[in-house]
């Protein structure tokens, strides 16, 4: 069985500052991860995907990620916030086969000005 | 591309009466559905697989006979709600995998805000 955690519920950074998500996953198989975004009374929105091609990928708004095998994580970058990246993040894993995807518990983001 | 509609975008209604929900996905064809359950504040519970032409995959502890999946085409699949409570209030949210081209990856529409009364 799959399953993601992602660690803080809740993350407030200032506008400008680093902006770091922290997600490990569990998986027996190869996994397939995303990072997802979603605004108020909104539905999710791909952020970035792993599928095991190259191990930092690069995703929309100046997000990144990258995953490490070694400490089964997949970790959610942004070098400055700003305040439209406010939102609730979901980290989620993927066997690529079943193709359902999990989701960990998310992780609403506060930008302070 | 890839955008993915629900319709009705909210809906309000009384106890005991069903309610239908589309999700349609608007330029790319899905075999595969999905219908997520979200509550305030929570993460997305997958509810069902659904399949063009086939019978829906329920999760552990979701209702068949209360959440009907109906995924009639390649852009289209319905979720009713037969028989509404108070307590199927909630966020539903569809996704739609494209046949083809991607690895796992799901178009998600915006949800619909369900309320009984």
């Known amino acids: 069985a799959q399953s993601v955690t992602q660690l803080g519920s809740h993350v407030s950074v200032s506008e400008g500052a680093l902006v770091l998500l922290r997600c490990n996953y569990s998986s027996s198989v190869p996994p397939y991860l995303f990072w997802y975004v979603q605004y108020p009374n909104q539905g999710l929105q791909l952020l970035l995907k792993?599928?095991?091609?190259?191990?930092l990928v690069k995703g929309i708004n100046g997000f990144e990620a990258e995953f490490k095998k070694s400490e089964t994580s997949f970790h959610l970058t942004k070098p400055s916030a700003h305040m439209s990246d406010a939102a609730e993040y979901f980290c989620a894993v993927s066997d690529g086969g079943a193709q359902k995807l999990v989701f960990g518990q998310g992780t609403r983001l506060t930008i302070n000005p | 591309g890839a955008v993915v509609s629900q319709h009705p975008s909210w809906v309000i209604c009384k106890s005991g009466t069903s309610v239908k929900i589309e999700c349609r996905s608007l330029d790319f064809q899905a075999t595969t559905m999905f219908w997520y359950r979200q509550f305030p504040k929570q993460s997305l519970m997958l509810m069902a697989t659904s399949n063009e032409g086939s019978k829906a995959t329920y999760e552990q502890g979701v209702e068949k006979d209360k959440f009907l999946i109906n995924h009639a085409s390649l852009t289209l699949s319905t979720l009713t709600v037969t028989s509404a409570h108070p307590e199927d209030s909630s966020f539903y949210i569809c996704?739609?995998?494209?046949?083809?081209?991607?690895?796992?990856?799901?178009?998600f529409g915006p949800g619909t805000r369900l309320t009984v009364l």
């Open positions: 792993y599928t095991s091609a190259a191990t």
């Open positions: 996704s739609a995998k494209p046949l083809a081209g991607g690895l796992g990856e799901q178009f």
